[in-house]
Each structure stands twice: as structure tokens, then as C-alpha cells.
């Protein structure tokens, strides 16, 4: 598991830090809607999940409109996500110039990088020498 350690610190110096705060963020994708995490906290820690895709592909274009190679980036869609959705984000990256799009539709595959932690995994840390929450 890993801990943004601008998160971790700030999350100690603001008092709401705790292993138990920790375990529960470890099976989520976005921190937006833990109240016991302040909301001027929860604006500065957005996820790629808390961006919808119209723009994850608007910053690519933006950023690209100043780069001479194309710029690679992924555009995280929900798990709900359907063709259409995927669609519309092809079109307006065509529209905007990207010279290319990667797209991911969250939990489409049976093994993937970056997943939320369940509770099972969370509890055989403690086996784990190397490992920490």
C-alpha cells in the first residue's frame, strides 16, 4: 500500500491521521467522499478518478498544444463507463488535436496496476516486513 506523503503529513499536522483513516482509503479510489477528512484537504488531493474523462482529455490537450511530440496520458473512465462514453472522448480529443488517446476503463481487467486494497490484503501486511499502511 502507499501513502502519499504530502497527504500523510498533512493529514498529521491537520490532527485527522489515524491506521484506521488509512486501512478505510486503502479500498477506495478517491478520498472525496470521507468526511472525516477535511474538505479544503479533500480539494487538494483529487484522484484521476475524481476527473471526468471530458477532462483528463481537455489537460491533454492543453499540455499537448505546447509539446512538438505527441503526449501520451491515460483517460480514466468509472467501470460503468459504456462505448459511447469512450466515443465521445475519441471526438473530442479529434476535435481538441490530441495526436493520441489511451483509455482505461477501471476493473475492466481480472489483474491491474492501481486497485483499491480489501480488507483480507490489508490484514496480511502484518506479515509483511517490508510492507506498511
Not at 488509512?22 to 477528512?37: F, N, P, V, Y
Not at 473530442?92 to 475492466?108: D, N, Q
Request: charged residues 25%; hydrophobic residues 35%.
Amino acid at each position: 500500500i502507499e501513502i502519499n506523503s504530502y497527504f500523510e503529513t498533512m493529514a498529521i499536522e491537520k490532527g485527522f491521521y489515524s491506521e484506521d483513516l488509512i486501512k478505510k482509503l486503502a479500498g477506495k479510489t478517491s478520498i472525496q467522499d470521507i468526511e472525516e477528512i477535511p474538505e479544503e484537504v479533500r480539494r487538494i488531493f483529487v484522484t484521476a478518478h475524481d476527473i471526468t474523462p471530458e477532462w483528463h482529455v481537455r489537460i491533454q490537450a492543453a499540455f499537448q498544444k505546447f509539446t512538438d511530440n505527441a503526449v501520451s496520458k491515460t483517460i480514466n473512465f468509472p467501470y460503468e463507463a459504456t462505448p459511447q462514453d469512450v466515443e465521445k472522448a475519441y471526438l473530442l480529443a479529434y476535435r481538441l488535436g490530441c495526436k493520441g488517446i489511451t483509455v482505461y476503463r477501471h476493473g475492466s481487467r481480472k489483474v491491474q496496476v492501481l486497485k483499491p486494497v480489501t480488507e483480507s490484503s490489508i490484514e496480511t501486511l502484518g506479515s509483511c516486513p517490508t510492507c506498511t499502511i
